[in-house]
C-alpha cells in the first residue's frame, strides 16, 4: 500500500504561494510533483526579495519541499513543445498565471488536451479565468480585500486588515480539493477538465453567513474579538510580555465551569450573567474581570486550569510556540525537513491522517533548480544526452 | 446536480455540530455528491447558532453550512437511531464526524466500530485537536483554534495595529480556522477515497488546529530562517490598507514595475522620483514615509477611480469590498458566484456556491438548508435487528 495519490504525476507550473501550496499538499498526499522553471525566470520566491523591510529568504522552502525540479524556458517554441511532453505523462497541469498567459505561450487548454486528451488543467488566479475583472493582478492582501474577508476583520471602530499568505494558502487548500475531484470525475467518465480556481472567491467564500445576511438586508460589520453568542469571548492578557490567552464561553455549564476556575463562584449566581443572552449584553464587564484574572497567570496555567475546568482556552501561540509543540509533532502537524545544504528546518506537514497506506508527508527538501532533470528528461521523456545537450545549447533547457 | 459536478453519484453522510465537519460536507455536496445530515431529534447546534436572518430564526451560518444537503433524523443514543444510521452508512462512501471523542462509541460510531460494520467506508473524523495526540480531548471554539495555530497572534498588523498597538489581537472574521479544517477534511475524505480500490475504507483523522497550521505554513519556515513574526512588524513598509474619500483599497507591489506603476497612478510627484527609491530596499526603509505620502494622495481620492485606473497601469490595488458590494459585483454576477437558493422562512436569497469552476461552468447549488427531518420519508421504515435491541 502506497500514498494515496501514489502514480498522480503534476506538471506544476505554478509560482508564488497559492498555487505551489496546492501541488505541494498534493504532493505530500503522495503525487509526483514536477516544477516548471527556468534559470531566466525562476519562481521569483526562490531568490531572497525584501520581506517586511529586510532582504531575506522567502517562502519557498515550505512549498517546494517534495518537488522535482526541472528547467524549461517557456518563451522558446522548443520549450513550449518539451512542457507539453511532460503534460502528455502527467495526470494534471498546473498554472497559476495571468489568464490568457498560458495560451499566449501555446499551453493553453486546448492545445494541452492534444497532448494528452484526459488531462486535467487546473488554474490559480488572482479573479479567475472569465468576467471583466479576469485581468486582474493581485496577492493574499488584495484577494482578502476583494472577498470581503478583509474588509470584515478587524476592530470595529478600526479600518479593515490585511490578510497574509494564510489567504494565499486557504486558495491553495481549495485548489488542491478541487483537483482531487477533477481526479475522480476522470475516474467515473473518462474526461479531463479545466479546474479554475479564482483566489478572491475563496476569500469570499469564508464570509458565506455575512454574503447571506447581506443578500437579506442585513448590514454584516467589523466585530473585532465579539462573537454573535458567546461571552465571555476574546484574546485576554496572560503574565507576561504580549502574552495572551483566548477563551470562549459557549453554554451555561461553561460560564459555572469558568466562574469556579477562576475563583469567583458566585459570579455564576450573578443574575446578569445568569442567561447566555444576559452574559453577551454585559460582555464587557465580564471581559474586565476575566481579564483581571487572566492577567495573574502565565498563559499556560490558565490554559490548564480551564482546559481541566472544561472550558475552551488556548494561549495565542507564536511560531516558536508551534515548533515546539508535542501535540503538533505528534501529529506530525510539524516535522524537521532535512535540506540538502544540511540545514535542517521546520515545516508543515500535510493535515491529514490516514489510517492506512505508506505515511503522508514531507519525503525531501528544497530541490536546487534542474536538480531532477535526469530522471524528468530523461528517464520519464526519453531523451538522449545528446538531444539534452542540443536543447541547453539552444536555450531551451535554462 | 450540474453535469460539471465531479462527484455526482457519491453519497456522504455528515455528523456535524460545528462549523469545520459542516462545510467538509457542503463543500462535497457543491462537487456533486449527494450529502445527506444526519441529526438529534431537536436538529444540529449549528440550526440555533447565530446569526440570524431578520426574525425569521433561521441560522446564516446553519443555512450556508447545510444548503443543497438532506437531514435525515436519528437518535444515536437510542437503538433504533444507530440502525438508522447505519442502514445510511450502509450505502455511502464517506462518513463525517465531528461528535467529541469520548461520545462516540456510546453512539456507536467510533473507530473501531465503524471499521468493523462498515469496511468500504471512508470515516472522516474532525475535531479541534484530532483524534490522536495529547490535546485529542480538548476543547476549543474558533477563537481558540486561530490562536492555537499562530495566526490569531499575528493580527491586526499594518493600519490597524498602527492605530491601536495596544490592544489584544484581533481574530479573523468568522470561522476561518474551523472553515480550514472543513477544507483539509474533504480533500482527506477525497485523496482516502482515491485510494479505495487500494485499501478499502479507512479512518481519516483530522484536527482543525492542523489545517490552520498549515495555512500558516510561511510564519514556521521564517522561524526556522531565524525570524519570528509579529503583527507589529509583519507589514510590507508601504501600502496595504489606505483610506480614499469613500472607503479603502489594498495595494502591495513587490517588484519594481508594479512601484513604478504605482509612481505613475500619482502622477509621477517629484519625491516618488528621488532615483534613491529605485533600490526597493531603500523603499522599505522609508517605507512610514513613503506609506504617509500615499496616504495623504489617496485619502482624496474615490475607491472606483484608484481601482479602475491602477489594475490598467498595474498596479495590484483591489477595493475592500462590502458584502452587499460583493453581491453586486458584476465581475461575480458573470462568473454565476451566487444562485438563488429557498430557505424555509426566509423567502429566496442569493448563496455563494464555491470558490471553483469545472470546465468553464461555476457549480449548482439547487437546494437551500432542509427542514429537520424532511429525508425520513426517503428512507425506508428503519427496524432494530433483535439482537441489536437487545442491547448487544
Request: aromatic share 6%.
Amino acid at each position: 500500500m502506497g500514498r494515496p495519490l501514489a502514480g498522480v504525476r503534476i506538471a506544476d507550473f505554478t509560482v508564488h504561494a497559492a498555487g505551489p501550496f496546492c501541488t505541494h499538499m498534493l504532493s505530500q498526499l503522495g503525487a509526483e510533483c514536477i516544477k516548471i522553471e527556468s534559470a531566466q525566470r525562476p519562481d521569483i520566491f526562490r531568490k531572497p526579495h525584501p520581506v517586511y523591510g529586510r532582504m531575506g529568504p522567502a517562502s519557498f522552502d515550505q512549498v517546494a519541499s517534495n518537488k522535482l525540479s526541472i528547467r524549461i524556458n517557456l518563451k522558446h517554441p522548443k520549450g513550449t513543445a518539451l512542457a507539453r511532453r511532460l503534460v502528455a505523462v502527467s495526470d494534471i497541469a498546473a498554472e497559476s498565471f495571468r489568464p490568457g498567459v498560458l495560451a499566449r505561450l501555446g499551453l493553453g487548454y486546448e492545445s494541452l488536451r492534444a497532448a494528452k486528451a484526459d488531462i486535467i488543467l487546473l488554474s490559480v488566479s488572482s479573479s479567475g479565468q472569465s468576467g471583466p475583472d479576469s485581468h486582474f493582478s493581485g496577492y493574499a492582501p488584495l484577494f482578502g480585500a476583494w472577498g470581503g474577508l478583509g474588509t470584515l476583520t478587524g476592530f470595529a471602530d478600526g479600518p479593515p486588515v490585511e490578510m497574509r499568505h494564510v489567504m494565499d494558502h486557504t486558495v491553495g487548500l481549495n485548489a488542491a480539493l478541487a483537483a482531487v475531484a477533477a481526479l475522480h470525475r476522470r475516474r467515473a467518465t473518462g474526461e479531463g477538465q479545466h479546474v479554475d480556481v479564482a483566489a478572491r472567491e475563496v476569500a469570499a467564500s469564508l464570509i458565506g453567513e455575512a454574503l447571506l445576511l447581506a443578500a437579506a438586508g442585513g448590514t454584516p460589520s467589523r466585530m473585532g474579538n465579539d462573537h454573535p453568542r458567546m461571552a465571555p469571548h476574546g484574546a485576554y492578557p496572560a503574565k507576561g510580555e504580549d502574552r495572551w490567552i483566548t477563551i470562549a464561553v459557549g453554554s451555561d455549564a461553561e460560564w459555572r465551569a469558568l466562574a469556579q476556575a477562576i475563583g469567583a463562584p458566585q459570579l455564576a449566581r450573578d443574575p446578569r450573567f445568569a442567561t447566555e443572552a444576559g452574559r453577551h449584553e454585559h460582555r464587557a464587564e465580564l471581559d474586565r474581570i476575566v481579564a483581571r484574572w487572566t492577567a495573574t497567570l502565565p498563559g499556560d496555567a490558565a490554559m490548564a486550569v480551564l482546559q481541566a475546568a472544561g472550558v475552551p482556552a488556548h494561549v495565542s501561540w507564536t511560531a516558536g510556540d508551534i515548533v515546539a509543540d508535542p501535540h503538533l509533532r505528534a501529529r506530525r502537524a510539524i516535522v524537521d525537513v532535512d535540506e540538502p545544504d544540511g540545514r535542517r528546518r521546520a515545516a508543515v506537514g500535510v493535515p491529514i491522517r490516514l489510517s492506512k497506506g505508506e505515511a503522508i508527508g514531507i519525503a525531501r527538501g528544497t530541490p536546487s533548480l534542474g536538480e531532477h532533470e535526469d530522471y524528468v528528461f530523461g528517464e520519464l521523456l526519453g531523451l538522449t544526452r545528446a538531444e539534452r545537450r542540443e536543447l541547453e545549447d539552444d536555450g531551451v533547457i535554462h | 446536480m450540474a453535469t460539471n459536478a465531479p462527484l455526482a453519484g457519491r453519497r456522504v453522510v455528515v455528523s456535524a455540530s460545528g462549523v469545520a465537519a459542516a462545510y467538509a460536507g457542503r463543500l462535497l455536496r457543491v462537487l456533486g455528491a449527494e450529502t445527506i445530515l444526519i441529526e438529534p431529534p431537536g436538529g444540529t447546534a449549528l440550526r440555533r447558532e447565530p446569526p440570524f436572518l431578520g426574525r425569521s430564526g433561521v441560522s446564516a451560518l446553519f443555512a450556508c453550512m447545510a444548503a443543497g444537503a438532506r437531514s435525515f433524523v436519528c437518535d444515536l443514543e437510542t437503538e433504533r437511531g444507530r440502525v438508522g444510521a447505519d442502514a445510511l452508512l450502509g450505502t455511502s462512501d464517506i462518513f463525517i464526524d465531528d461528535t467529541p471523542p469520548a461520545e462516540r462509541e456510546r453512539r456507536g460510531i467510533d473507530q473501531a466500530g465503524i471499521a468493523g460494520r462498515h469496511r468500504h467506508l471512508v470515516h472522516v473524523s474532525v475535531l479541534p485537536f484530532g483524534a490522536a495526540g495529547p490535546k485529542a480531548g480538548w476543547k476549543a471554539e474558533e477563537i481558540n483554534l486561530l490562536h492555537a495555530s499562530g495566526e490569531g497572534n499575528l493580527l491586526p498588523n499594518g493600519l490597524s495595529h498602527e492605530l491601536f498597538p495596544g490592544r489584544p489581537p484581533v481574530k479573523i472574521y468568522g470561522n476561518f480556522a474551523s472553515l480550514q479544517g472543513g477544507i483539509a477534511a474533504a480533500l482527506g475524505g477525497l485523496a482516502a477515497l482515491w485510494d479505495h480500490a487500494a485499501v478499502g475504507g479507512q479512518f481519516v483523522d483530522i484536527a482543525t488546529q492542523d489545517a490552520a497550521v498549515a495555512v500558516g505554513a510561511f510564519a514556521v519556515q521564517r522561524f526556522g530562517d531565524g525570524s519570528v513574526e509579529h503583527r507589529a512588524t509583519r507589514s510590507f513598509r508601504y501600502g496595504g490598507v489606505l483610506p480614499c474619500a469613500d472607503g479603502h483599497v489594498e495595494v502591495l507591489t513587490l517588484e519594481d514595475h508594479q512601484w513604478k506603476a504605482l509612481v505613475e497612478l500619482m502622477e509621477r510627484p517629484a519625491w516618488a522620483l528621488d532615483p534613491v527609491l529605485d533600490d526597493p530596499l531603500e523603499r522599505s526603509r522609508r517605507g512610514a514615509d513613503i506609506n504617509a505620502r500615499v496616504r495623504d494622495w489617496t485619502r482624496s481620492r474615490r475607491v472606483a477611480d484608484l481601482v479602475a485606473r491602477g489594475q490598467t497601469l498595474g498596479v495590484p490595488i483591489a477595493k475592500y469590498n462590502s458584502p452587499a458590494e460583493i453581491l453586486a459585483d458584476p465581475h461575480e454576477q458573470a462568473r454565476g458566484l451566487f444562485a438563488p437558493v429557498a430557505i424555509d422562512g426566509v423567502g429566496s436569497l442569493a448563496m455563494l456556491i464555491a470558490p471553483f469552476h469545472f470546465g468553464g461552468q461555476p457549480l449548482a447549488l439547487d437546494r437551500g438548508p432542509p427542514a429537520l427531518g424532511e429525508y425520513q420519508e426517503r428512507m425506508p421504515p428503519v427496524r432494530a435487528a433483535p439482537v441489536l435491541a437487545a442491547g448487544v
